[in-house]
């Protein structure tokens, strides 16, 4: 793993299982740049637990970093980053020295070259925020077997690489259910930023929302701007969607979202009962006249087991997922617009939901 500290794992064969029973307590994968793999339901059954690890508990710093691929004051994906950051180094009561974070780093060879920094310091965990620097940890793990990489919305499990499947699905699904219910037209829109499997699932368990309420309603394939960051792009791209007829707009963006909000703001004025979701934080607040509701994802939730559990040393690196089982995942309506959505609506909802979060419905099925 990447840190110095004796207290880590030196060998991978110092650490167990992550069982089911450590994430229950989380109760309740995507995101910009989630799983690269068909999300996995959560186990329905206990997985082993938790042994005593055989490597060293005296003593030692563990430090943490974390890398973010755009700004951490994105309202979004990044934002979640920082925050689970910080939660990090308040659950573990960190000093601040000992705690880092770079972010903005927009290309892949200042992505690597922060992951490689951080390991050669002998960080005890590097996070890496997002999908992009998995091949990168597993590349070079080898180089620092005292750092453990852990890579939110990741798939793979190396020998001390470990990833955050984040289930965004959950919270896409239901927001598929909203926009259904509340759209005119019966046409939605979709806006994402690079094409992939990530985004693709998460539009797909919106789609299958959707027409859980309204199996004959379009959902226009969704439109990739090609950028994380231009909310520009984001916008037009909304525009277009807005002026062929689709009246309620899912994006996953990262920070273009204001772009697909502004656009749906524009339109509003018209007078056009149009409306946004939000994704990957709670971005209500960011056009309260527009966004219907948001998906957030607590990325801090798991940031801090994971992070709990390396430092005891009680962590094999696996992939069990986080989602709204876990409380990892949510679906929050805006305050602002709830007196518009029917009580029935609501109430459907709230029933779906708790099925989620029980386990009795797997949206990757619908």
Not at 59 to 87: C, E, I, M, R, T
Not at 306 to 315: E, H, N, P, R
């Amino acid at each position: 793993m990447r840190y110095r500290n004796p207290n880590f794992l030196q060998s991978t064969t110092s650490l167990v299982a992550l069982s089911l029973t450590a994430l229950l307590p989380l109760a309740l994968t995507g995101c910009g740049r989630s799983n690269d793999t068909p999300p996995a339901p959560p186990p329905t059954t206990p997985g082993p637990a938790p042994q005593a690890s055989t490597s060293p508990t005296t003593g030692g710093d563990f430090k943490v970093a974390a890398v973010l691929s755009g700004p951490q004051s994105d309202n979004g994906w990044n934002a979640g980053g920082a925050k689970a950051l910080a939660a990090v180094k308040k659950a573990l009561n960190l000093p601040e020295d000992d705690v880092k974070l770079v972010d903005s780093q927009t290309s892949a060879a200042d992505q690597e070259k922060s992951l490689s920094d951080f390991a050669a310091k002998k960080f005890n965990i590097v996070f890496g925020h997002g999908t992009e620097y998995e091949e990168m940890a597993l590349k070079m793990e080898d180089k620092f077997p005292d750092t453990l990489f852990v890579i939110s919305s990741g798939s793979k499990v190396g020998k001390h690489t470990m990833p955050v499947v984040l289930h965004l699905e959950d919270g896409a699904y239901l927001e598929g259910m909203l926009a259904a219910a509340m759209s005119k037209t019966g046409k939605l829109g979709e806006v994402g930023a690079e094409k992939s499997a990530p985004l693709e699932h998460v539009f797909a368990a919106f789609e299958r929302g959707a027409k859980a309420v309204k199996p004959g309603i379009t959902v226009v394939p969704a439109v990739y701007t090609g950028s994380w960051d231009d909310a520009n792009k984001a916008k037009q791209s909304t525009l277009a969607l807005l002026n062929g007829g689709a009246d309620v707009i899912m994006q996953d963006v990262d920070s273009a979202a204001q772009g697909v909000f502004n656009a749906v703001q524009e339109f509003a004025k018209k007078g056009k009962p149009v409306y946004a979701l939000g994704t990957n934080s709670d971005q209500n607040s960011a056009a309260p006249d527009v966004i219907l509701a948001s998906a957030p994802i607590y990325t801090e939730k798991a940031w801090v087991l994971i992070a709990q559990q390396a430092k005891a040393g009680t962590l094999t690196p696996n992939d069990t997922p986080f989602g709204m089982k876990e409380g990892v995942i949510d679906f929050v309506l805006n305050p602002q617009l709830e007196s518009k959505i029917p009580a029935d609506i609501k109430q459907k909802l709230d029933e779906t939901k708790k099925k989620i979060a029980d386990g009795s419905l797997d949206v990757t099925k619908g």
